[in-house]
């Protein structure tokens, strides 16, 4: 699919911290964020920015963007898939949702790796956000064995269709999917502007073709691994990336203000929103 990107999809950069910064510093870098957007006069109807800041630094994050009205979404990194009971340690959707949450990240490669996060534990995450309300950003993308294999889209393509294939269109559409290949997290390495559209545009024809148009038209999908300001300009061109998932680049609020400014003049260029 391609080429007009409908008004429904609001690019989203996200700020995915994982596990950086207390409370204290949580609330300094959001302040110093809401100061360099305001400066550069950045638009918040053309780009949304969230961050997934740790779950202690949630509440903080909250007071912050109620008390001042800032032009700023929040989410999670990770949920449990039950609502409450005896389960220490972990964290319910309901809870997030009260918290405001709008977004939360499932099925993070780093959470697959250290957790016991196999595809049933991810869609029962996925349909726990749901009912609660949020939007699951799924992560899906292949490693680096796959991709020698030569087998990367389908593997990545396949991950999507292994949680959404028992999803209404509503539930599908209210779903963001960042494509991260694995290789590519943390490690400098970034996929091609090209590779990265040819992933994210099979998902999309894949989930056109299991669900109704207005569904995939409505999905937005992410590109997540090693975005900086100096490769996103070249991967927000791409007709179906809507934004990114940003790791060790959103710990730097300048660099991560100029992320979304970059976001947002592209946008601003087309004429869109
Ligand atoms: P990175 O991480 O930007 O540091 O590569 C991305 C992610 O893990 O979401």
Redesign the pocket.
């Known amino acids: 699919m391609g080429g007009t990107m409908p008004p429904e999809r609001l690019p989203l950069v996200a700020g ?1 911290w994982k596990m950086n910064f207390d409370h204290l510093e949580a609330t300094y870098f959001i302040q110093k964020l809401a100061w360099t957007l305001r400066d550069s006069h950045f638009d918040s109807h053309r780009c949304e920015i969230s961050i997934m800041p740790s779950f202690t630094s949630l509440r903080s994050v909250q007071v912050l963007v109620e008390a001042d009205h800032l032009p700023l979404s929040y989410g999670a990194q990770s949920v449990s898939v039950t609502t409450q009971g005896a389960f220490t340690g972990d964290v319910s959707a309901d809870m997030l949702a009260r918290l405001g949450c709008e977004y939360v990240i499932v099925g ?1 490669s780093e959470r697959r790796k250290y957790h016991p996060e196999d595809d049933a534990n991810i869609v029962d995450q996925v349909r726990a956000v749901l009912a609660a309300g949020m939007h699951p950003i799924l992560c899906v993308g292949e490693s680096f064995e796959e991709r020698r294999q030569g087998i990367a889209l389908d593997f990545a393509v396949g991950q999507v269709t292994d949680v959404t294939r028992d999803l209404s269109d509503e539930q599908t559409s209210n779903i963001l999917i960042a494509y ?1 290949p694995v290789w ?3 490690t400098g390495m970034v996929a091609t502007p090209e590779s990265a559209q040819e992933a994210a545009g099979a998902m999309r024809e894949n989930i056109r073709s299991a669900f109704d148009d207005s569904v995939s038209a409505a999905v937005r999908i992410l590109y ?4 900086t300001s100096r490769n996103a300009a070249q991967l927000i061109e791409q007709p179906d990336i809507d934004g990114f ?5 959103s710990l730097d609020v300048d660099e991560f203000a100029s992320i979304a400014r970059i976001t947002e003049k592209f946008v601003r260029r087309l004429g869109r929103h």
Do not use: K, T, Y
Request: aromatic share 0%; net charge negative; no cysteine.
């Open positions: 995915n993070h991260e590519a997290i943390g997540g691994g090693s975005v998932l940003v790791g060790g680049a």
